[in-house]
């Protein structure tokens, strides 16, 4: 399956490319874009000009060099030396969409590394189709780690967090 990301740039590379279809198989999944299709032309003939009927245009193949892409490095996250990660909870994302920091882009962030959160303490804000959901600790600790930056796009399950529980 692919990840929104991958798709998100995928799309991109094709759009800022010449080519105009895409076909991409994986383990299963099958990805096609297509970009330029569908242009249609219209011409208008004056009255008294007599119609010319011509052949319809012979689409011409159009070989281009691949264009590298360079490879994206995956760093492995680590936590803090002091803590364990099996005692860490995480806090995940509850559906896809667009991870903020912050209830508008002047206002501070929710919370930062080393804050102390309650069960009900608002963390996050995750934006799925113009909807602008509150995303709560459910535990009481503190934030060692946040796993996303502001801005990205999250999946359902994500882990956001990690809390170093009281």
Do not use: W
């Not at 245009?57 to 264009?67: C, L, Y």
């Not at 920091?101 to 501070?108: E, K, L, T, V, Y």
């Amino acid at each position: 399956m692919f990840k929104v990301q991958e798709l998100r740039e995928i799309i991109k590379l094709v759009d800022n490319s010449s080519i105009d279809e895409f076909v991409y198989e994986n383990d299963g999944a099958k990805l096609k874009l297509k970009k330029n299709n569908g242009v249609i032309s219209e011409v208008v003939l004056p009255k008294e000009a007599t119609p010319v009927v011509q052949a319809p245009p012979v689409a011409a193949a159009v070989v281009t060099e691949p264009k590298t892409v360079e490879e994206v490095k995956v760093e492995e996250k680590t936590t803090p030396a002091n803590v364990e990660d099996s005692t860490l909870h995480k806090i995940t994302s509850p559906m896809v969409g667009t991870f903020y920091q912050a209830p508008s882009p002047d206002a501070p962030a929710y919370v930062s590394v080393g804050d102390k959160v309650s069960e009900e303490s608002i963390v996050c804000i995750v934006e799925a189709m113009k909807l602008f959901n509150e995303i709560e600790a459910e535990i009481k600790g503190e934030i060692v780690e946040i796993l996303v930056k502001d801005g990205q796009l999250v999946e359902y399950g994500q882990p956001l967090f990690l809390v170093k529980p009281e």
